[in-house]
């Protein structure tokens, strides 16, 4: 019997039982995630063993997840998509602060804290850093009343919510800037640290070679009335991991000087 049905034929037939769809980009996301499925597949001549083996692991990502681990956002990060989604939601006019990932160890409802207070609830040592800087418009003018919240690890490169020896909401807080646009906080100097690499992303990382580190950094979502907000980091800029992110956040533009035990960053944002 002659095979005429071709892996072409195959992937319209599939492309167009989205058709019925009433939701249109729905229909358009699912389309072109088959499209790139299909030729991904083909590309690579996968085998049925490959295609079980990739989920297999995609399973055991899905069973690694809980109310804190999200060993989901670990993968979008380790293969650049949340880098690359970031680029494009925040398309921000030239001259605006460059944007990064948001990462996972975000949490709702940081304490507000006053300027110039330190972030630190539980001592773990490091070395004392203060920061400080001004959120301005385009045209460099100050906007007060914008909210600056920031998280960081602690000296020992875990977060509060991976470490049960730290106090909730340690090294984090939000600020609000004044009426020059300037906010400023004490801190310890961020360290490098290792995304959690204790489940299957970490486990595919070393089988290609990859390492799990990411650059000393702070991060920080600045947000006003009128202007559009702006996830970033903060990065130490002697950091031997800023030329190797596993997450591949990093921008030259956001790397300053931390050593001296002050740094100074300021914030540029658009108006919405
Ligand atoms: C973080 O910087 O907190 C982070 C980002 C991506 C993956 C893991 C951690
Ligand atoms: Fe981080």
Redesign the pocket.
Known sequence: MTRNFTPEQHLAEVLASFDGSTDDRLAEVSRAAVRHLHAFAAEVGLSREEWFAGIQFLTAVGQMCDDVRQEF??LS??LGV?MLVEMLDQDGSDGTTEPT??????VDGAPPRENGDSIIETELGGDPLVVEGAVRDLDGAPIAGATVDV?Q?AANGL?DVQDADQAPMNCRGVFTTDRDGRYAFRTVRPVDYT??DDGPVGAWLGAVGRHPW?PA?I?LVAAADGFVPITT?LFDATSEYLGSD??F?VRESLAVDVASGSARFDVVLDRS
Do not use: E, K, N
Not at 101 to 106: D, E, K, Q, R, W
């Open positions: 956002i670990l990060d380790t949340s990932v948001f990462g996972p160890f975000h998280w690890t977060y995304i959690p990411r950094h991060h980091h596993a997450v956040g």
